[in-house]
């Protein structure tokens, strides 16, 4: 399977937070009780340059993105 990445768009953003969604039902992918409500909101704590989408066969099948730091209390001392 042949896989593009490209840059994450605000259009992506719901089939990014689905994914999101679904690694956060799996308890071990994120301490997040839930994705962010909104694109915007995503956008708050990330390095949007660096936000990124795999796509294979015109779906989103994985993302990545960065955090400059985290404030979360999980990361206290990390």
């Known amino acids: 399977m042949a896989f593009i990445v490209t840059g994450m768009m605000a259009a992506d953003w719901p ?18 009780p839930q994705p962010p409500a909104t694109w915007e909101e995503w956008c708050k704590n990330k390095i949007t340059a ?13 993302w990545a993105a960065l955090s400059p730091i985290s404030n979360r209390a999980v990361y206290a001392g990390v």
Not at 15 to 32: D, K, L, W
Not at 50 to 62: F, M, Q, R
Request: hydrophobic share 45%; proline share 0%.
């Open 15 to 32: 089939q990014v937070a689905a994914i999101y969604r679904e690694g956060i039902e799996t308890g071990h992918a994120t301490f997040a």
């Open 50 to 62: 660096c936000n990124l989408i795999a796509k294979a066969n015109h779906e989103i099948v994985g």
